[in-house]
């Protein structure tokens, strides 16, 4: 080969590498992106879980483990795997405004806490969301399901339940 045609070839090498480079650093997906792709939509896994509420539907939810950011620091395995699973999804016309009205669970008005921000465009903008500690143990009761503790807020005036619970493995 000649002297040109390994100047041509090293030069289109570089250039390559400078165009992938930059793709690379610029065109790939931004954190917001990544979160976003993490938002299941599956309402099947919720039922199973959390179908004493009733049934649900238009869910938008994450599930993932609260100490992965610290063990990545420690180097360890966690002693006792946990997950969250946390989320918004939708009930039957008229079912958060009925439990809520049940006097047994003593409902109260309640916001979520530390809801993640890649979930704040799903839920209600005007909702009023009521809690009790009774409606929580209804379904976190043995026997429906693997969620070992969290809490539960509904809704009435858009049938809207967020949930947000700790799955203990």
Partial sequence: MSRRAWLALGIGACAAVAVGGTVYAFGGPTQAQQDAERVLTDVVPLQEQF??????SDPHWLVYDPDEA????????SPDARYRVVGVARLPAGTAASIVATPAYAFAPADPVDVPD????FLPAQARWMSSAAFDRRLLAPGTGDVTGGRFFLDPSTDSLYFDAVEQT
């Fill in 51 to 56: 179908g004493e509420a009733g049934r649900l």
């Fill in 70 to 77: 610290e063990r990545s620091r420690e180097f360890l395995p």
């Fill in 118 to 121: 890649v979930l704040t465009e």
